[in-house]
Nanobody, 114 residues
């Protein structure tokens, strides 16, 4: 079955960087678009970034120029490099295919303090 395991979150000061990873299994990873979304309490999940199977990338305006999505099809892994982090980036970050599978991973918590 589909499994998505996010990792790499943590506590970081504003201006710092983190690199998130998402290990995927249970589907033909290289043929799927993959996305990162984030969720803060009381709000819906918000799109952060997408990468197509061929490597084209798309970003939310709020992260453009600061975040970079990438993928390693040999490792069935998608990454999110986050630089110049801001307190408003604090959230639980999830990855999924696009369109998303019904099952989601546990996410990885990112906390940015000023």
């Amino acid at each position: 079955q589909v499994q998505l395991v996010e990792s790499g979150g943590g506590l970081v000061q504003a201006g710092g960087s983190l690199r998130l990873s998402c290990a995927a299994s249970g589907f033909t990873f290289s043929t799927y678009h993959m996305t990162w979304v984030r969720h803060t309490p009381g709000k819906v999940r918000v799109f952060v970034a997408r990468i197509t199977g061929t490597g084209d990338t798309y970003y939310a305006d709020s992260v453009k120029g600061r975040f970079t999505i990438s993928r390693d099809n040999a490792k069935n892994t998608v990454y999110l490099q986050m630089n110049s982090l801001k307190p408003e980036d604090t959230a639980v970050y999830y990855c999924n295919a696009d369109p998303p599978f019904p099952s989601w991973g546990l996410g990885t918590h990112v906390t940015v303090v000023s």
